[in-house]
């Protein structure tokens, strides 16, 4: 998976879980990361749901991490994985410049129930940290802007 970040320089998105304004122009470049690059992440079960944190390496690798990965984007990317009728939700997580995801009927049943591979999500954050986000800045520059 891709994601191409807009042509545009401003980042107009807003997302349910935003009661704060994260309005700002995010520079755009010649670059490519996979998420891995820009965050750490960390997953596991919630019953049949898989709860996935993403946490910036750099503060202001956030706002482009934010841009980049929206509940419809991050839906898209673990389409194979969410059953029918299953939402995904993002939270903020501002004391560690992270976001949280939570994947609604992701496990196929969860725990012992499942018969999936992985019926705990443990993989699912080196599933999402291979997401590619493109037309990105580099982070000398991402860190230079943000300072």
Known sequence: ETYKAPEFEASEEKTSDENVSHDQ???TGDHTYRLEDLAYMRSGDKGNSCNVGVIAR???FLPYIRSALSQQNVG???RHMIQDGGKVHRYEVPGIHGLNFVLES???GGGIASIRPDPLGKAFGQILGELKLENLPSKE????AAT
Request: aromatic share 6%; charged share 0%; hydrophobic share 45%.
């Open 141 to 144: 520059q991402m860190i230079n």
């Open 106 to 108: 992701s496990l196929g």
């Open 25 to 27: 122009t995010l520079l």
């Open 76 to 78: 898209h990317h673990f």
């Open 58 to 60: 750099h503060p202001a």
